[in-house]
């Protein structure tokens, strides 16, 4: 998956940079084009919240999202709405 793919290499970057020019980096100071649009103060952010990148923004769930699974109406869940006979009946 692209968008997966992409996330790994920024976290690999960022570890990377981290190990290499410290924690307190600035993300921009170890790539520029890779995290130009970080929003993070140093690497470390990056390696400990990737989402701050626009490259692994997608594992923040959209709140605007609503569940896909909507329940059918009359289905509680309980065993009660009628549609199975109780055990030990026909």
Do not use: H, W, Y
Request: with cysteine.
């Amino acid at each position: 998956n692209v968008p997966v793919g992409r996330c790994v290499d920024a976290l690999d970057l960022a570890r990377e940079c981290a190990t290499k020019q410290g924690r307190d980096s600035a993300p921009t100071d170890c790539q520029k084009v890779f995290f130009k649009d970080a929003d993070a103060k140093n690497i470390c952010e990056i390696v400990e919240e990737p989402e701050r990148t626009p490259q692994c923004a997608f594992l923040i769930p959209d709140k605007t999202e609503k569940p896909t699974l909507d329940p059918k109406p009359g289905a509680s869940g309980d065993g009660k709405n009628g549609s199975m006979p109780d055990a030990g009946t026909e």
